[in-house]
């Protein structure tokens, strides 16, 4: 990587909380012609980067439609990233009178917000869904636009989760350091703002290994305090911090840490589901099997294998429900409404509901529910 790239890299992971917009609009990769593939992105800074990295060596056609500067995955959760905008970029930029076909590759990670069918019906255009990850873009092309299996499933890799560690690490390390050096003064503070960034650090790489959803997550953050005590107690007095304002200012750091990893930050990746909204009332993705016609669509769209086919009976089958991190995709891509989200109090959430509501920045989602059912007496 050249120096301008990492510069690159280290700004955009960094500041990867905030929108970071660039230009929408058409661009070519290498020497497109007008059989070349037309990729869709989104105008986040750091994919369309990756994107351009990824398709190195190729020619095509990049489409970059309006996120609003968000990366893919959050923007279309959030409803940033909608059919609107898709149709609204293959409209303005000029890309029909570029190329002889309609193919579109649409990112799978946006199928929570783009609703293939409703592009297709609006421009005549065929979108059809990429991989889950850019680095096997490449693959997908040799495969004549068609992903492997396994390249529809999400993988989140520790070079990733390290990233993800960064970004959130960094300005909640800034703020502890802030708060602690008015309270207990400069020594602390470092301590402690060292402690959270380890702390982040520690638990995105631990990821695959932590209990890190549901309610026993509350023992882990228990047991990172414990350690955070007794190491950065040790840390402190090595310093020559007096005893009681190291162990004021360790349990202020331990109460932060613990206030911060509360936040769901698993929530916001495309590997775990965010649980703070579903930590007293859980729901699941629900098949209503009567209406499911084997369009398959679902099973294009998930990102943790849940949904397979059953070719003999034309069916899908919830295949590993407990691998779902309920972002709704399949929901919102199924043509006959046969997905849908079922709270344990058996309330439902529609798929018009789904479809219309936003996923936050915690991987929460703001459900309105129905009544709940009403038991015969
Ligand atoms: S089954 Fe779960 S993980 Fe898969 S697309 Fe549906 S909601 Fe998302």
Redesign the pocket.
Known sequence: MSVSGFAGWLRDTLLRLAPHATATGLRAVGRPGPDSPVVLTGNYTLTVRRLVEALAGRDAWLLVADSRGINVWCAAGGGHLTHHDVIAVLRSSGVGERVRHRRLILPQLA?TGIERRLVREATGWEPRWGPARLEDLPEFFDRHERPRKAQRAMRFPLWERLEMALMWAWPMALGAFLILTLAFGHRVATVGAGVIVLGVGAVFAGLPWLPVTGGRRWLMYGGLALVTLAAGGEGLLALGAARPAALAGLAATCALAAGILSLDLTGTTPWYPGTINSFRNHFD?ELVEDRCTGAAE?VQ????E??AMDGPRRKVV?ARPG?????????VQCPEDA?RFRFSDGRVVEPGTVRSTRVNLLGRRAVPLAAPPRTPS
């Open positions: 199928a993705v679902c769209v998930c990102p943790r849940v949904l919830l691998a779902c991190i309920r972002c709704g995709a399949c929901i997905l």
